[in-house]
């Protein structure tokens, strides 16, 4: 097996209510003087009073929507020229890549406030990259961890529950990639351990408490589901790939999600949403139509979608089904990791899935 490179943890992380007061305490313990602050206007709306009287150091910088490399180098000209000490982000998953991405090319220490629990960009020391239209393009492993992370669990509890809906489809596939990569491998070394009860967990803690988190965030009540499934979509999701590394990362149900944004009406879908559907063209490739019926009473009943319809394919289906085929079996794909390299294969997959649920 190839060599495995652990990059564990955020060197600081924090889930706790209150802990954007710490920050301003924080930056002088660690003598960051100025910074820039990256944001969008809707992620700003939801954190802004948390940020309230704390006297930061920053220069505001909003993010234009995609994490392309154009954007990543725009915001870096602008820290340098800023001659920012640090790079704060405030937002969802593309606006913490973008922040990741200046660090690692500005050389700063990055501090993430998620703003969302949508995935585990949070934690995660890599960057995944679109074109201008939001097709996906490539995925970058950073050398560093990020420096902080702080969770908010009052901004997340008024988030949107469509994005902790998609967090939770997103963070189930842990378990399915990293179980198919890491079959073959005997004796596994403990980094792989790790990353799989890390991936395990995301798959138990979702199954068994997901429900009772969307229902907490519908009441706006933070209770300890809430709190146990947030957690699991930014910390053990994020541990999975950082102690497996290659073997904890993607596999199949990503190559599908990265098919489906090639099809323009799959782009009005979070990318948990194209993840969770993954999930089963994986299964089905696998010929674990059982395990399919399993998960499909919990993606109703979380409303994520099972069919191509539910993510919007209702015209020239054949047509669509061959291009995310091809778009998922391209050089590159970790859908290879599966020794899948057949978009017929791949196309075929899918149409066994559309037939299962008919």
Not at 193 to 205: G, S, Y
Not at 241 to 257: E, K, T
Not at 259 to 284: F, I, R
Request: aromatic share 8%; net charge negative; hydrophobic share 40%.
């Amino acid at each position: 097996m190839q060599t495995l490179e652990v990059r564990g943890a955020p060197n600081h992380y924090v889930c706790d209510r209150g802990v954007l007061e710490s920050l301003p305490g924080r930056l002088r313990e660690n003598k960051l003087t100025k910074g820039i602050v990256l944001r969008g206007n809707k992620s700003w709306q939801a954190a802004e009073d948390y940020f309230s009287g704390l006297e930061l150091p920053l220069t505001d910088v909003i993010y234009n929507g995609e994490c392309t490399y154009e954007e990543v180098n725009r915001v870096s000209d602008l820290a340098s020229k800023n001659e920012a000490d640090f790079v704060l982000a405030v937002g969802g998953g593309k606006i913490l890549d973008i922040a990741k991405a200046v660090g690692d090319s500005i050389n700063l220490p990055v501090i993430l406030v998620p703003t969302l629990a949508s995935n585990c960009a949070a934690w995660t020391p890599l960057s995944v990259f679109y074109d201008d239209q939001g097709n996906f393009l490539t995925y970058k492993i950073f050398t560093k961890n990020t420096f902080m992370v702080l969770v908010e669990p009052e901004i997340i509890i008024n988030s949107p529950v469509e994005y902790l809906k998609a967090g939770i489809g997103d963070t189930i596939a842990k378990w399915y990639e990293a179980d198919v990569l890491t079959r073959p491998i005997d004796p596994k070394p403990i980094a792989v351990e790790v990353a799989l009860h890390a991936a395990k967990q995301c798959r138990n803690v979702l199954l068994e408490e997901g429900t009772n988190a969307i229902s907490a965030l519908h009441s706006k009540q933070v209770n300890s589901s809430f709190i146990r499934v947030i957690e699991t979509i930014i910390m053990a999701g994020g541990m999975v790939g950082s102690f497996g590394d290659q073997y904890g990362r993607i596999s199949g149900a990503h190559s599908i999600h990265n098919g489906l944004t090639t099809v323009p009406e799959t782009h009005q879908y979070l990318h948990g949403d194209k993840v969770a559907y993954g999930v089963l063209v994986q299964l089905s490739l696998e010929k674990r139509f059982d395990e399919i019926d399993y998960l499909l009473s919990y993606y109703q009943e979380l409303e994520l979608p099972v069919s191509l319809i539910e993510l919007g394919i209702r015209e020239n289906v054949e047509e669509s089904i061959q291009r995310i085929a091809e778009a998922a079996t391209k050089d590159g794909e970790s859908i290879h990791l599966m020794n899948i390299s057949n978009a017929n294969e791949v196309a075929e997959g899918i149409r066994l899935l559309e037939s299962h649920l008919c």
